[in-house]
T-cell receptor, first 113, second 109 residues
Framework: ETGVTQSPTHLIKTRGQQVTLRCSSQ?????VSWYQQALGQGPQFIFQ???????GRGNFPPRFSGLQFPNYSSELNVNALELDDSALYLC????????????FGSGTQLSVL | DAKTTQPPSMDCAEGRAANLPCNHS???????VYWYRQIHSQGPQYIIH???NNETNEMASLIITEDRKSSTLILPHATLRDTAVYYC??????????FGAGTQVVVTP
């Protein structure tokens, strides 16, 4: 078991709304990264947080933002939702600095109507 | 990060070895080869990684060619539960994971 939990598991929003997805990292892991996976494609890196600071970002617009809390849990916020934001959002945690293995949660399936 | 090339799909008979190829001809000297798999409706799962030497763990073996331009993931005795999409990724030690489309492996009875 990975120990990474994400909530909610499924979510339906309408275009223009805002959404917050949550992730609890595996015990002892201080690095969290977020990925977006569109249907039929591999996951795409959104950003990574290490000790509450963003330390890497993929090719996503500023309306994708995040937070990491002192207990290393994390949130992904998406503003002004677009239809193309419909995807599976995956959270992964890892030990110090994101080295070696990443442990993924089962994801949040977001549908934007 | 370097890109990888994998076959889109392959079938394997249960109990037989599954050999999954991956080409990464532009890999840099500091980049590792990682393999993850994703079973339907789950998040990706780490399998194995290596730099230049062959590696083995309880899940699989990783064979990297001497010039490091290609590698093969070996599942020694495939089971039905190994049906998944397998991703080959090259990554600098502190870098992000860049997933491609992967190889859909179907293990048949």
């Amino acid at each position: 078991e990975t120990g990474v939990t994400q909530s909610p598991t499924h979510l339906i929003k309408t275009r223009g709304q805002q959404v917050t997805l949550r992730c609890s990292s595996q015990s002892g892991h201080n690095t969290v990264s977020w990925y977006q996976q569109a249907l039929g494609q591999g996951p795409q890196f959104i950003f990574q947080y290490y000790r509450e600071e963003e330390n890497g970002r993929g090719n996503f617009p500023p309306r994708f933002s995040g937070l990491q809390f002192p207990n290393y849990s994390s949130e992904l916020n998406v503003n002004a939702l677009e239809l193309d934001d419909s995807a599976l959002y995956l959270c992964a945690s890892s030990p110090e600095g994101g080295n070696e293995k990443l442990f993924f949660g089962s994801g949040t399936q977001l549908s934007v109507l | 990060d370097a890109k990888t090339t994998q076959p889109p799909s392959m079938d394997c008979a249960e109990g037989r070895a599954a050999n999954l190829p991956c080409n990464h001809s532009t890999i840099s000297g500091n980049e590792y080869v990682y393999w993850y798999r994703q079973i339907h409706s789950q998040g990706p799962q780490y399998i194995i990684h290596g730099l230049k030497n062959n590696e083995t763990n309880e899940m699989a073996s990783l064979i990297i060619t001497e010039d490091r331009k290609s590698s093969t993931l070996i599942l020694p005795h495939a089971t039905l539960r190994d049906t998944a999409v397998y991703y080959c990724i090259v990554r600098a030690r502190w870098g992000k994971l860049q997933f491609g489309a992967g190889t859909q492996v179907v293990v048949t009875p």
